[in-house]
Nanobody, 119 residues
Framework: VQLQASGGGLVQAGGSLRLSCAASGSIARINAMGWYRQAPGTTRELVAAITSDGVTNYADSVKGRFTISRDNARNTVYLEMNSLKAEDTAVHYC??????????????WGQGTQVTVSS
């Protein structure tokens, strides 16, 4: 199973970006998919997550600005980021939680995509 993330980049404060992450492989089921981020000198933190039933969870710092969505048929998760702030600058990582593939269950991480917001 591989997770391929895309959509990061450089944007001015107040701007928008859309991240995408597609999981590939012989996948039977994915429990939840989400995005985490890590800025230099900090620990990785949850940004947003969504279950296969569409239940979402957001970090307080992004509520009202970010929207997570998911295409279960394509095993793809999206993160629409609006009203970006300088403090959103970080490497963003895609996560797939409790993936059933090849007869076993485990978590997977994408390679990370840089989001830089200039003030």
């Amino acid at each position: 199973v591989q997770l391929q993330a895309s959509g990061g980049g450089l944007v001015q404060a107040g701007g928008s970006l859309r991240l995408s992450c597609a999981a590939s492989g012989s996948i039977a089921r994915i429990n939840a998919m989400g995005w985490y981020r890590q800025a230099p000198g900090t620990t990785r933190e949850l940004v947003a997550a969504i279950t296969s039933d569409g239940v979402t969870n957001y970090a307080d710092s992004v509520k009202g600005r970010f929207t997570i969505s998911r295409d279960n048929a394509r095993n793809t998760v999206y993160l629409e980021m609006n009203s970006l702030k300088a403090e959103d600058t970080a490497v963003h990582y895609c996560n797939a939680d409790r993936v059933l593939a090849y007869g076993r269950v485990r978590d997977y991480w994408g390679q990370g995509t840089q989001v830089t917001v200039s003030s």
